[in-house]
């Protein structure tokens, strides 16, 4: 540890020098005088990792941690360079971005939106960064989003879920490599018609915000048109831990499936009630009950615990996929932690790869050049399958998973199995469905 | 000066002093040293300073002078950042008329819910406070999304009406909320040596408040209004008796005391455009009671005191990794270094709420009444060093 | 109608889990007058010894399995718990499957010494400090205590389940004569009730019809009178913290099964606990049991569908709204005694 870390020092020492102009008792600079907002003038170039470090999405966040400074290392030519090597794009060359060696800071996000924006900014104002990327909330996505777009910085987004981040709050600076409740649902719903049945009634428990919101609009609007009904749709308190008196009269009401669009401990609690009432041994309209969750994620689900068990869900990514990029970024994340990383681990790590791609493929750092280069963008081997960056709303376009919760798993970790990967056109929609206005970039400064 | 004593002048001169060079005093270390990690000078942190500054000033008015606990004072946090931020949206992206609102937005709720709260005591009245609080917090964040933006929070966009002012930038940008044509968020550096030190326009703005917040607060402690709030905490029976309603006393504390909160969260809109339902859980006000306890209730330059500690603890120790744990203490042996950084690292980061936990403990076990206490501590210690027969340096003068 | 006794069963369970630290609360307010926002902790300390307990069984060695493996392409390695080794497996698998109601036994001892450490240790020096200082010790204290346990047991929610005999639910309607499936209920819904029952009912009664508890009621109603007659009330108001701990152990213990414990659990019920407590009335036992109930029934009430068409975002605020109502009609709770934490 010691001696890269020396070096360090010595890097952000040799940074200053340059950009303060030493040995001048004053020197007034207005902060326009770089062409955008944090420009790098030394030998390195600072990214902001803005991740949940605590509150109830703290493992999450600590998850995604990894998942960076694994892509810094692999940026600054160390380890096995993991998905760099099955990635389509070329440009990166293990030496950094632009020759830059990556530094990077660290912030709590505590999945609050006034937290988050004011960890990032301390990360643009104070240390210089000039990407902000992370979060475990569509509410601080789209709250930092917002800020970097004022900012002039680039926002790469972590695990954010809801059709605005890219819909009605999207922005010309952000980008979003997870997918949306959209996807979700046009995923989940030919599944679930084939697995259950295209006669079904269906009883909503939806957590009451934006994200449940679009959650349960999407899966409400693809399975109707696969012949389901909607018995009733029930809104819950974010702050809800037990959710009994929200489960126990969803038989009664004739429904005979149960959608819980719910995400994080709400979720956990949920399905924890939902199957102790016992409601997945019950017959209605001669029909088995069923339980459905939108949005799945390996540590809800390892909070759930063995209540996921034949449980449908989509996800962005799962590491038991076969592809070449994947093989190669579990084994360097496994080899290095010990277990397979998430898919917040994985969008995280991806983003990453691909702003330093971007930045590479630009030969800038300037937010408007990096968006350029981003947007429209094409690409392939990092898990996911053909993916496209669409310019008009920022938004990735790639294969869904949907999965089931495993009956017998092998670990801890080996809780879902990939029922169906669902082909990019069957949840591609029109960029102007969700509102919205992109704007145009702003390089700051 | 100003109608103040002697004490209070300089008390205030003080605070002048701490505002007007916050920049130098809060970039103590040369930029890209080791230390510089340690660092508050950057424009938003020194912002949420003296902003956090003014809404425990205002919450000690009624807390500190008539002892009424209030659980729920981020309540109107909140709804001064939503009426400023609706305000940019609708009117323009001057700041005054946002505050303006702001102000009254919180003093109309502050006289509902004080009329209604105050008529119980002691902790009811702080589970009253608290309560309403909680309800607003839960119908912003859900059913009240269209009005407040729900989860996402309140924000400015590109098609807002913006009656006086354009709704875009030439550039195709949400113009930024500033004074007369002077941006917020305007800054320049000033380098000295390998220091640099920030001036921020949106910071001297909020200073200048924060002093003439600070000034009011002085002059409503030592007005006779003030000894009559004081006599309310004392004893309200013995008030009764002498024929006095104490009720519109203390009901005129909580109105000025939840408009401080409204300028607070209006200021907040203004360097930040935006408001999140967040701000309202009672988590946040519980953050502005333990600011003020932690600073020392009732003093005039605790509620600041303790304000700045806590967010300089969100700020700056929840940001070291153990990156740059590694690289302080790379200059030990390997072994040493790991064991070194294995015993600091749980309470840095993502430790940072222990370090916060253990820091209320020690405070309030130790100095019962606050940081102040400390300071007049080290000051009583310092002057008896000198001479013998001094009066108890005190440099404020707590409520009882 | 089924629907309305399905909430009110609802309810009653929900009021239980407020309605037992509640009681803890005021054990504590009641006796000592302590204001202590780390009774959250306390529950949550409960709850995370049953995760201890089931960890300690299942602790295991692990045996590399051949025919299978891991995600890196290994052979995988299996944990096999020491306890199987040594009872067999279908022993052993009983064991661990019967750790929750096992940890009852192990949480008992913990949770009487976290509190008689806590008391002596740190709440006994501010007896006479302002309820403010009590209110942010406490609250440092609940921080600490919540941090030490994300530190070693994460921030994700950790699955302690119940019993296999106690899985799924019985179909309450089909007994009192609904048709089937209008009022299911989980069996240990109902245990977590009959528990909570049973420790109200023991804690009433050891207050009411034992000499210990009489002095305590005593010294609750007058401290420095019973001091004056020689009794050392300082040593039994020790005990009862630690009895009021372990109510809220117990809580936390028997409360795993029905939600999965994660480190913040005790915040999420503390300040719904000091609305129960001060809707009670503060001080009064009772009023503190029958609030819990009380604020559970209308919660769940609330939460019907039918009640949200009809007042949307009712289920957000109905706790508050109610506190609201109580507070204003009542001016010391339902319960509460006269001057008690009203300056």
């Known amino acids: 540890m010691s001696k890269t870390n020396l070096t360090r020092r010595g890097v952000l020492k040799s940074g200053a020098v340059a950009g303060a102009g030493v040995a001048l008792p004053t020197i007034f600079t207005a902060s326009s005088a770089a062409a955008y907002t944090n420009e790098p003038t030394g030998s390195s170039v600072t990214l902001g990792f803005n991740v949940p470090q605590t509150g109830p999405y703290a493992?999450?966040?600590?998850?995604?941690?990894?998942?960076?400074?694994?892509?810094?290392?692999?940026?600054?030519?160390?380890?096995?360079?993991?998905?760099?090597?099955?990635?389509?794009?070329?440009?990166?060359?293990?030496?950094?971005?632009?020759?830059?060696?990556?530094?990077?800071?660290?912030?709590?996000?505590?999945?609050?939106?006034?937290?988050?924006?004011?960890?990032?900014?301390?990360?643009?104002?104070?240390?210089?960064?000039?990407?902000?990327?992370?979060?475990?909330?569509?509410?601080?996505?789209?709250?930092?989003?917002?800020?970097?777009?004022?900012?002039?910085?680039?926002?790469?987004?972590?695990?954010?879920?809801?059709?605005?981040?890219?819909?009605?709050?999207?922005?010309?600076?952000?980008?979003?490599?997870?997918?949306?409740?959209?996807?979700?649902?046009?995923?989940?719903?030919?599944?679930?018609?084939?697995?259950?049945?295209?006669?079904?009634?269906?009883?909503?428990?939806?957590?009451?915000?934006?994200?449940?919101?679009?959650?349960?609009?999407?899966?409400?609007?693809?399975?109707?048109?696969?012949?389901?009904?909607?018995?009733?749709?029930?809104?819950t308190p974010l702050t809800q831990t037990d959710f009994s008196s929200y489960i126990a009269p969803v038989l009664q009401s004739g429904a005979d499936v149960l959608v819980l669009n719910h995400y994080g401990g709400n979720m956990v609690n949920s399905l924890t009630n939902a199957v102790q009432f016992g409601l997945r041994d019950k017959l209605v309209n001669n029909k088995n009950f069923e339980i459905v969750v939108p949005l799945y994620s390996r540590l809800m689900a390892r909070g759930a615990g063995a209540n996921v068990k034949g449980i449908y869900g989509s996800t962005n990514w799962h590491w038991s996929l076969q592809d070449e990029g994947t093989k190669a970024f579990v084994k360097s994340f496994g080899t290095k932690y010990g277990f397979p990383p998430s898919q917040a681990a994985h969008t995280t790590y991806v983003q990453a790869l691909l702003y330093a791609d971007a930045c590479e493929r630009a030969g800038t750092f300037n937010p408007c050049g990096v968006a350029e280069a981003l947007e429209g963008f094409e690409f392939d081997g990092m898990g996911n399958g053909k993916t496209l960056y669409r310019a008009e709303d920022h938004q990735c376009f790639k294969d869904v998973l949907v999965v089931r919760g495993k009956e017998n798993p092998t670990s801890e970790f080996d809780l879902l199995e990939i029922v169906e990967v669902t082909p990019v056109d069957q949840v591609t929609y029109d960029a102007s469905i969700f509102g919205g206005d992109l704007g145009t970039c702003n390089p700051g400064a | 000066m100003l109608g103040l004593k002697k004490k209070d002048a300089t008390l205030l001169l003080i605070v002048i002093g701490l505002t007007m060079f916050a920049p130098f005093i809060l970039n103590p270390f040369p930029d890209g040293s080791a230390m510089a990690q340690f660092n508050a000078g950057y424009p938003d942190l020194m912002q949420r300073f003296v902003i956090f500054g003014i809404f425990a000033i205002g919450f000690n008015i009624l807390f500190g002078l008539t002892g009424y606990l209030s659980f729920g004072h981020a309540a109107f946090l909140g709804i001064g950042s939503y009426s400023a931020v609706w305000m940019f949206k609708l009117l323009s992206m001057n700041v005054i008329p946002a505050i303006l609102l702001a102000m009254v937005m919180s003093g109309l709720f502050a006289l509902l819910i004080g009329f209604i709260s105050l008529r119980r005591s002691g902790i009811y009245f702080s589970i009253l406070t608290l309560a309403f609080a909680q309800m607003m917090f839960a119908l912003a964040y859900s059913v009240l999304t269209p009005i407040t933006g729900g989860e996402t929070g309140l924000q400015l966009a590109l098609d807002d009406p913006r009656v006086l002012g354009a709704s875009q930038t030439a550039g195709g940008n949400i113009p930024v909320p500033g004074l007369f044509g002077m941006e917020m968020r305007n800054s320049f550096d000033l380098a000295i040596s390998s220091w640099v030190f920030t001036f921020n326009v949106g910071y001297y703005f909020c200073a200048l408040i924060l002093i003439a917040a600070f000034y009011l607060a002085i002059r409503i402690f030592r007005s006779p209004f003030g000894m009559m709030l004081r006599a309310i905490k004392s004893n309200q029976t013995r008030l009764n008796y002498t024929g006095l309603n104490p009720r519109p006393y203390t009901l005129a504390a909580f109105v000025i005391s939840g408009m401080y909160a409204g300028l607070a969260g209006g200021l907040m809109a203004s360097m930040d455009p935006l408001a999140g339902a967040e701000r309202m859980f009672w988590t946040a006000s519980g953050e502005v009671v333990l600011m003020t306890i932690l600073g020392g209730a009732g003093t005039l330059i605790g509620p600041v005191l303790g304000a700045g500690m806590i967010k300089y603890m969100e700020n700056i120790i929840s940001k070291i990794n153990s990156d740059i744990l590694h690289s302080w203490f790379a200059f030990l042996p390997d072994g040493l270094e790991d064991f070194i950084v294995a015993i600091v690292y749980p309470f840095i980061g993502k430790g940072w709420h222990l370090t916060l936990g253990i820091i209320f403990m020690l405070v309030v076990i130790f100095l019962p009444g606050g940081l102040v206490e400390g300071g007049q501590r080290i000051a009583k210690w310092l002057k008896r060093g000198k001479t013998e027969d001094t009066k108890p340096g005190k440099s404020t003068e707590p409520a009882e | 109608m089924d629907a309305i006794i399905l909430q009110i069963l609802n309810g009653l369970d929900k009021g239980s889990a407020y309605a037992l630290i509640a009681l803890g609360l005021t054990l504590i307010f009641g006796t000592l007058g302590v204001v202590n926002f780390a009774h959250g902790a306390l529950f949550m300390i409960g709850a995370f010894c049953a995760v201890t307990l089931s960890r300690i069984i299942s602790f295991s060695h692990e045996v590399i399995d051949e025919t299978r493996t891991d995600f890196l392409g290994n052979p995988l390695k299996v944990d096999v718990p020491y306890i199987y080794d040594w009872f067999g497996e279908a022993t052993g698998a009983a064991i661990i499957d019967w750790s929750v109601p096992l940890s009852i036994l192990f949480a008992i001892p913990i949770m009487i010494a976290v509190g008689v450490i806590m008391e002596r240790g740190l709440i006994k020096h501010f007896y006479k400090r302002p309820h403010a200082d009590q209110i942010l010790v406490t609250f440092g204290l609940a921080i600490v205590l919540q941090e030490i346990i994300k530190y070693y047991y994460g921030a994700n929610p950790i699955p302690t389940p119940a019993p296999e005999a106690f899985k799924g639910s019985f179909d309450f309607g089909a007994m009192i004569g609904f048709a089937e499936n209008t009022i299911i209920y989980p069996y240990w819904r109902l245990v977590y009730f009959m528990f909570a029952a049973l420790i109200i009912g023991a804690v009433f009664a050891f207050l009411q019809f034992t000499t210990f508890g009489m002095v305590v009621r005593a010294g609750m109603a007058d401290r420095e009178t019973v001091g004056l007659l020689g009794i050392n009330i300082d040593k039994r108001f020790t005990i009862m913290f630690g009895i009021a701990a372990a109510v809220a152990g117990l809580a936390g213990v028997m409360y795993v099964p029905i939600n999965p414990p994660n480190y913040h659990m005790g915040m999420d019920f503390l300040v719904l606990s000091f609305v129960v407590v001060v809707v009670g009335g503060m001080g009064s036992l009772p009023g503190a049991v029958l609030a819990g109930f009380l604020l559970g029934i209308l919660e769940s009430f609330a939460s019907m569908r039918q009640v949200i068409d009809l007042i949307p975002g009712i289920n957000q605020i109905i706790i508050y709204l109610v506190a609201i109502i109580i507070l204003l009609t009542r001016p010391r709770g339902l319960m509460g005694r006269k001057g008690v934490m009203e300056d």
């Open chain 1, 59 to 235: 493992d999450e966040g600590a998850d995604e941690l990894r998942a960076y400074e694994l892509a810094v290392e692999h940026l600054n030519g160390g380890g096995d360079g993991g998905m760099m090597n099955t990635f389509s794009s070329k440009a990166l060359k293990g030496n950094g971005i632009l020759g830059k060696k990556v530094e990077y800071v660290t912030g709590d996000t505590q999945t609050k939106s006034d937290a988050a924006r004011a960890s990032a900014k301390s990360m643009i104002e104070k240390d210089g960064a000039v990407m902000i990327t992370g979060g475990s909330s569509s509410g601080v996505a789209v709250a930092v989003q917002a800020l970097c777009q004022e900012a002039g910085v680039i926002f790469m987004a972590g695990l954010t879920h809801s059709n605005d981040t890219t819909g009605k709050d999207k922005r010309a600076n952000g980008f979003r490599h997870f997918f949306n409740s959209y996807m979700s649902g046009a995923a989940l719903a030919p599944i679930l018609a084939a697995n259950y049945g295209t006669d079904r009634k269906a009883y909503h428990l939806t957590a009451d915000y934006n994200w449940g919101y679009t959650t349960e609009e999407a899966v409400k609007t693809s399975t109707e048109a696969m012949g389901w009904e909607t018995v009733a749709a029930v809104r």
